[in-house]
């Protein structure tokens, strides 16, 4: 009978074979389109099926209960060598940890197919509406420093409407700001009529864009979802603005620029050394997938600013939650007002089982790039996930991934 190391060298030698492990930024050789294959949803039936495989060529405890996470590990990657679907084509990185250990990770696909660069752990990628938590933090943060407060109401940062004195940063981070979730469409028909062109982000100055956002508040409370299309009341509505407009106030909290801040503050202080902000660092190009073909989608986030203009790695994000979750940016019990309504500080609950996540859209300036990030409390886990490739790959890779960990009892 095979010994579980017996195991590791036929996968270090299969995914060398196959190039998993090629260095980051290392060139690739010509880059081959392949075909397609459909792509299912994974199931339970699938993952036990890879277990009891994969228990037949090793000595494993036939106890769940008593996995590993080196056994864990050769679960995920004999399900999904059996199914390869739910892998097939991703293009990104993904890191699946329970506490600071890494359970299981992978990159793989292109960063640029251009230039022949694989993607790794260090590749950047733009988080999108990931950026919402750093932005959140930043709050936390001028908070303690004595320079807001939650309670401060919007008249205190803006003038415009008369209806800014019944809302508060708190209202801002809950998604509660009164804003509708149609004012960026609205705002993207307002640059087609001036310019043509719906890709001009950047013909609308920060100040013009923020005197935009509020002339058009609806002042009003719109019934909204949150991402994954559970409807909740009418207090909450889901749209970038909010957050938009959280990054103005930390401006003029801070006194600097809103990337000034979270450089100095977050990404400097906790070794985020590959981290930064579109349009001033370097990313993974985007691509599209369209059948077998790939295209690049180069989408402008220039104004995304604060509620998706983050350009970050996996890596970094794993020094991100730990730090964030471990106490090291605020104390602890600000965690408990953090994760205390089912959307706040760029966080989503599931109600159904208490896990938090967070994840980019699937339209809109998103395109191209995918990410995702998990955090279940009762034992620590979290998953990463950044894609440059086809969102419906990415999606279903971290859904092959948590049902996994769901086997094992560890979400």
């Not at 299969?14 to 389109?33: D, H, I, N, Q, S």
């Not at 060529?57 to 995920?76: Q, R, V």
């Amino acid at each position: 009978m095979k010994t579980k190391n017996d195991f590791i060298s036929f996968f270090l030698a299969l995914m060398v074979t196959l190039g998993v492990l090629t260095g980051c930024g290392e060139v690739a050789k010509p880059f081959v389109e392949p075909i397609v294959p459909p792509y299912d949803e994974p199931s339970v039936e699938h993952v036990v099926q890879a277990y009891d495989e994969l228990s037949t060529t090793t000595a494993y405890d036939d106890s769940w209960e008593n996995l590993t996470h080196e056994d864990i590990a050769m679960i995920i990657e004999t399900f999904l060598i059996n199914y390869p679907q739910f892998a097939y084509d991703f293009s990104g990185a993904i890191v699946a940890m329970q506490g600071s250990d890494v359970i299981w990770s992978k990159a793989s696909g292109m960063a640029n197919s251009e230039q022949g660069v694989y993607n790794c752990f260090d590749t950047p990628f733009r988080i999108n509406e990931l950026t919402k938590q750093f932005t959140g933090a930043a709050i936390l943060l001028l908070e303690l420093d004595g320079r807001l407060s939650r309670t401060d109401t919007l008249d205190s940062f803006f003038t415009g409407h008369e209806n800014l004195a019944d809302f508060t940063v708190t209202d801002l981070l809950a998604m509660r700001g009164g804003f509708s979730v149609l004012l960026p469409y609205i705002m993207f028909d307002y640059l087609d009529s001036l310019t043509g062109s719906l890709d001009d982000v950047t013909s609308l100055s920060v100040d013009e864009m923020e005197a935009f956002f509020i002339s058009h508040w609806s002042g009003e409370l719109h019934f909204g979802f949150l991402n994954d299309g559970r409807a909740l009341d009418a207090t909450f509505s889901y749209t970038p603005v909010d957050y938009w407009l959280l990054g103005r106030i930390i401006e003029q909290a801070s006194g600097t620029t809103y990337e000034e801040f979270i450089q100095s503050r977050i990404f400097t202080p906790l070794g985020m050394n590959n981290s930064g902000f579109y349009g001033m660092h370097d990313t993974a190009k985007p691509y599209q997938q369209f059948q077998s073909e790939r295209d690049c989608v180069n989408w402008s986030h220039a104004h995304a600013f604060s509620a998706g203009g983050i350009v970050s790695t996996a890596n970094d994000l794993k020094l991100w939650l730990d730090a964030y979750l471990n106490g090291e940016l605020f104390p602890k019990y600000m965690l408990e007002q953090i994760f205390d309504k089912e959307y706040n500080f760029g966080w989503n609950l599931s109600p159904d089982n208490g896990i938090w996540f967070e994840e980019t859209s699937m339209v809109g300036l998103s395109m191209g790039f995918h990410s995702y990030i998990l955090y279940a409390p009762d034992n620590d886990i979290k998953i990463i996930m950044l894609s440059n490739g086809f969102p419906y790959v990415a999606r279903n890779l971290v859904s092959a991934v948590y049902t996994v960990l769901s086997m094992a009892g560890l979400v």
